[in-house]
C-alpha cells in the first residue's frame, strides 16, 4: 500500500509540466460538458437559483464522502480562518447564481463573451479599489476587449437585459471574489479550500432560492420537467451537472495552486473559447456575423492584455532583482 501512495507523488514529481497540462486538460474538459448539460437542463427546467443550489449541494456532499474516507484528510478549521473564507464564498455564491441566472436566460455563448470581460473588472478593482496605478497602456490593450464584447452584444440573436446585466453581475463578484481570496491565503491545500467554500456558498444560495422560485417550483417546476423528460432523466441530470461543476471547480483550483495567477486568466479566457465554440455546435445556436466577429475581437483583445501584462509584472521582477 505505502508503494501505491508514493508512486503517484513520484510521476508528479518528475513531470510537472505534464502534470500541470493535465490539470487543465481536465478543467477545459469537465467545464464543456458542465456548460453543455448545464443549458440542457435550463431548456426543460428554467430554475436557476435552484439549480444553483444543487450545484453546490451535490459538490457538498462529494466532500463530506472524500472527508469521512479521508481523501483528503480534512483540514481543521477555526473561527479566524472562517472570518476571512466567508467573503470568498459569498461573493462566489453571487458570481454563482448570476452566471446561472444568465446561462438560463441567453445563450452559453454569449453568457461567456461578456464573462470574457473578467480581466477588465479585474484591472478596474486593482486602480479603483486597491488604489495600484495601472498603466494606461494597460487600460488601452483592453479597448478591443470592451469594444468586441459591444459589438457582440448589439446582435446577439438571444440577447435580453436579464441575461446580460446578470452576467456583468457574475463579473463584479468573481473580481471581489480574487481580491477576497488575496486576503485569505492560508496554508491550507486547494482541495479542502474548495471544499469549505462550497459548504459556505451552499448555506448562502439555499434562501434566495426558496423566496425566488419556491412556490412556483412546488406548483409547476418539478411536474413540468417529469411530465417533460421523466423523474428518472430529471435526477440523473441534476446529480451529472453538480458533479461536473464541482469537479470542474475543484480542478480550477487545483491549477491554480500550481500557475501563476495571470497564467490562471489566460486559461480561464482560453476555456471561454472552448465552451463558446462547443456550445455553438452543440446547440446549433445562429450567431451573427458581427457577434461572431465581435467575440474573436473580444478574445484577442484579452490575449493582448495578457500579454502586455505579463511583460509588465516581468519587467516590475527585474527591477525588483537588480
Ligand atoms: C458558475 O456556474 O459558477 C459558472 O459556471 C462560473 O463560470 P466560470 O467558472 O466559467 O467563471
New binding site residues.
Given amino acids: 500500500a505505502g508503494d501505491a501512495k508514493i508512486a503517484p507523488v513520484g510521476f508528479l514529481e518528475k513531470y510537472p509540466a505534464l502534470t500541470t497540462g493535465f490539470f487543465f486538460f481536465m478543467w477545459y474538459f469537465l ?1 464543456v460538458i ?2 453543455i448539460l ?1 443549458k440542457k437542463i435550463y431548456n426543460y427546467f428554467p430554475y436557476p437559483y435552484f439549480v ?1 443550489v444543487i ?1 453546490l449541494f451535490v459538490g457538498v456532499v462529494y466532500c463530506l464522502v472524500s472527508w469521512s474516507v479521508g481523501l483528503p484528510k480534512r483540514a481543521p478549521m477555526d473561527s479566524n480562518l472562517l472570518k476571512l473564507l466567508i467573503p470568498v464564498a459569498v461573493c ?1 455564491a453571487l ?2 447564481v448570476t ?2 441566472v444568465s ?1 438560463a436566460a441567453v445563450a452559453v455563448s454569449f453568457t ?1 463573451t461578456i ?1 470574457a470581460l ?1 480581466p477588465f473588472f479585474n484591472a478596474a478593482a486593482s486602480q479603483f479599489i486597491l488604489g495600484q496605478q495601472i498603466p494606461l497602456t494597460l487600460w488601452l490593450s483592453l479597448a478591443p476587449v470592451v469594444l468586441g464584447v459591444s459589438m457582440a452584444s448589439l446582435t446577439e440573436l438571444s440577447f435580453n437585459w436579464l441575461g446580460f446585466i446578470s452576467a456583468m453581475i ?1 463579473n463584479i463578484s ?1 473580481t471581489y471574489r480574487s481580491i477576497y481570496s488575496k486576503k485569505a491565503m492560508t496554508d491550507m491545500d486547494s482541495t479542502n479550500l474548495y471544499a469549505y467554500i462550497s459548504i459556505i456558498a451552499l448555506i448562502v444560495c439555499i434562501p434566495p432560492a426558496l423566496i425566488l422560485e419556491g412556490p412556483q417550483l412546488i406548483k409547476h417546476g418539478f411536474g413540468d420537467a417529469i411530465a417533460k423528460v421523466g423523474l428518472t432523466k430529471f435526477v440523473t441530470d441534476l446529480f451529472w451537472v453538480g458533479m461536473f ?1 464541482h469537479l ?2 475543484q480542478l ?1 483550483t487545483n491549477t491554480l495552486e500550481r500557475v501563476a495567477p495571470l497564467t490562471h486568466a489566460v486559461g ?1 479566457v482560453l ?2 473559447v472552448f ?1 463558446i465554440g462547443f456550445s455553438i455546435v452543440v446547440f446549433g445556436n445562429k450567431i451573427s456575423t458581427q457577434t461572431g466577429i465581435g467575440t474573436c475581437i473580444a478574445i484577442a483583445g484579452v490575449a493582448i492584455y495578457s500579454f502586455i501584462k505579463a511583460r509588465m509584472e516581468e519587467e516590475k521582477r527585474q527591477t525588483k532583482a537588480a
Fill in positions: 467545464n458542465f456548460n448545464n444553483s450545484h462566489h458570481g454563482h452566471s446561472n446561462f461567456h464573462k473578467e457574475s468573481f461543476y470542474y471547480n480550477a480561464n476555456k471561454r465552451v
